[in-house]
């Protein structure tokens, strides 16, 4: 009976000394679940071939990275919500070291400051049907962000052209999701820049999907170095039309596939993510960067860092080149839609009035004074009527004059922040000394009014003659008369009295 215990014991200590000896990656190998829609099949617009062929790459793709794929095409509103929550079901019982993917291709729309994924059913007849209609990419979001899951990965080609006439006052693609104001270990991908509209592409597959099939496949790439290496592969495809971009919050690093490219999984609790990534830059510091270089190197380096400070240096010192009036382009919106992004955000009548001070012909201004209309009637207390904090204010700012480097990377729009001049002469006025306050003004009251003085009736004796029937009513009469007389006389006199009070 002790032979069968020792040997236990033995195989126990065995694969204890082999749990030590396995590498960090090895021994917390996380588990990876993916789910890939494709919307191509739209029954009141034309189809989409192409978001189809994008689903089917990617599946495949992320099945050899070693997910576990949930392929959904063609979804309408109440099938995708289903499929969204029985894909958490399935993230939330495969434990904390899970990594949940999620790919979606197909239309998407902006409305009042809100990204929708577009269910193959909508039929909207106004804008206000897309809330009722539409899922809301938040939902989606926040569903999977509520989850302990070790990270979150979004890529939405979801940037195409609005299809939709009666949507005409709609916003051109989708507004910013900042993945670092919800709960950290997010990364999200946008096929084109906020604000931008993606292209479908002339070959199967979207400029968008065609960069990332081929450029996540590299064996070893930590995944914001993939997006980066997509971004500038989708730039060059297009002529610059189409710039993908992300946001990330991750806490840990990921990567498609393993050194040996064999898609195991390569993610290390710890090796932060935020480490690879380097801070912004300031504007100077990126004058100093691209000082020197030639246009097509500065190009890429900027493309490929996709910041604000990045395009304002670019556009300052090659302001001759062929790519300056597109980067220009780009930089102006990007201001745009960090103003809206902030407008929405903060959600008061200030906000809007102040986007609308800059952008008041923009694609958003007629969303603007929509939302601006809604809030205009709150019960607003002192601090919402103060003046606007600097930074909103600078973010709201438009793009300044790029062809002289000497600018001010954001200057402050007067409309937002207004520039007061003091006067030589703004000096309070001295208090003269006969300014002394006015003497006041003694008011006499009016008296009381006397009291009327009490009636005073004499009876006097009846002359002699009738009976006395006659004499009581003689007398009745007279009295009457002679009170009635009295009484109207003295009050005719009391008020003489006092009206000349």
Request: glycine share 8%.
């Amino acid at each position: 009976m002790r032979r069968p215990v020792f040997c236990s014991l033995l195989v126990a200590s065995g694969l204890l000394a082999l749990a030590q000896m396995m590498t960090p990656t090895e021994a917390a190998a996380e588990a990876r679940l993916a789910l890939v829609i494709g919307q191509s099949a739209y029954r009141t617009v034309p189809e989409l071939p192409n978001a189809a062929n994008d689903a089917k790459g990617m599946a495949e793709l992320l099945g050899n990275a070693g997910f576990s794929v949930t392929t959904a095409p063609n979804l309408a509103q109440n099938e995708m919500r289903q499929t969204i929550s029985d894909f958490a079901s399935k993230v939330s019982a495969s434990g904390a070291d899970t990594v949940a993917l999620v790919f979606y291709a197909g239309h998407g729309l902006q409305i009042d400051g809100e990204n929708y994924l577009v269910p193959v059913d909508l039929d909207p007849k106004r804008e206000a049907d897309i809330p009722l209609q539409g899922v809301r990419l938040n939902d989606l979001l926040n569903t999977l962000g509520a989850l302990p899951t070790r990270a979150r990965i979004f890529m939405l080609d979801a940037c195409r052209n609005n299809p939709f006439p009666a949507l005409s006052g709609a916003g051109h693609g989708l507004a910013i999701v900042d993945t670092k104001a919800g709960a950290p270990g997010s990364f999200i991908s946008y096929s084109t820049s906020p604000g931008a509209e993606a292209e479908d592409g002339s070959g199967i597959d979207s400029p968008y999907t065609t960069a990332a099939l081929t450029i996540a496949k590299e064996p070893n790439i930590p995944i914001e170095e993939v997006f980066k290496r997509i971004r500038v592969a989708v730039a060059q495809s297009t002529d610059g039309r189409q710039i993908p971009w992300e946001s990330s919050s991750l806490t840990t690093d990921f990567k498609f596939f393993g050194g040996d490219g064999s898609g195991q999984p390569s993610s290390v609790p710890g090796a932060g993510s935020t480490a690879l990534a380097s801070a912004t830059r300031s504007v100077d510091d990126w004058r100093n960067e691209l000082r020197g270089k030639a246009p097509k190197a500065a190009y890429e380096l900027v493309i490929s860092d996709d910041t604000v400070p990045a395009y304002q240096a670019y556009v300052e010192l090659f302001a001759q080149d062929a790519s300056a009036p597109r980067m220009r382009t780009i930089l102006e919106r990007r201001r745009q839609m960090l103003a809206w992004e902030r407008a929405v955000a903060i959600n008061t009548r200030a906000s809007f009035e102040a986007y609308l001070a800059n952008w008041d012909n923009s694609d958003l201004a007629a969303t603007a004074r929509r939302l601006l209309l809604r809030v205009q009637n709150r019960n607003y207390g002192p601090a919402a009527t103060a003046a606007l904090p600097a930074p909103l204010a600078v973010a709201l700012a438009p793009t300044c004059p790029c062809s002289a480097p000497s600018t001010p990377a954001t200057p402050v729009n007067p409309a937002v922040a207004p520039i007061i001049k003091k006067r030589v002469d703004d000096t309070p006025p001295k208090r003269r000394v006969d300014d002394a306050p006015p003497k006041r003004r003694v008011v006499d009251t009016p008296p009381k009014r006397r009291p009327p003085r009490d009636d005073i009736v004499v009876e006097r004796a009846p002359p002699p003659g009738p009976p006395p029937a006659a004499v009581m009513q003689g007398i009745g009469i007279g009295v009457g008369i002679g009170l009635g007389m009295g009484m109207g006389g003295r009050g005719g006199e009391g008020h003489g009295d006092y009206r000349r009070y």
